[in-house]
């Protein structure tokens, strides 16, 4: 992987991290949804600005991904974007103290090593 699709490849990254941690803080800010106020919570949406961020966040990484598969192989590309999990969880757990269980450190071990053999070169 050249420093130019490793750029976009951390970019896409980024922003889809960055997408999920807003769509978190904007959730948290709408409440929970229960049957009687799913219409709000659809209004609220729109209109609580961590949830538009997250959004477009989620596009600046979507559009990145889409530049790095012009460059790298999807057999690549894909399984490295899994890389998104491991930070997914490593934010929920040190900004949204959430648990993490040690079968979920045991997978995200996993997915890391399985990265590692998709992008090894010989």
Do not use: D
């Not at 538009?52 to 460059?71: F, Q, S």
């Not at 103290?97 to 590692?116: D, S, T, W, Y």
């Amino acid at each position: 992987m050249t420093l130019a699709e490793f750029c976009l490849l951390f970019l896409s990254l980024l922003a889809s991290v960055g997408g999920q941690f807003l769509l978190k803080a904007g959730a948290l800010k709408l409440g929970k949804v229960s049957s009687s106020n799913v219409a709000s919570h659809i209004l609220g949406m729109v209109t609580t600005p961590e949830v538009v961020a997250g959004i477009a966040l989620y596009g600046l990484g979507a559009i990145a991904y889409i530049l790095l598969l012009t460059r790298v192989n999807l057999s690549v590309a894909s399984p490295s974007i899994a890389l998104s999990y491991v930070f997914a969880v490593l934010i929920g757990f040190f900004i949204f103290k959430e648990a993490i269980p040690i079968q979920r450190v045991v997978g995200l071990g996993f997915i890391v090593c399985g990265v590692l053999l998709v992008l090894w070169k010989k």
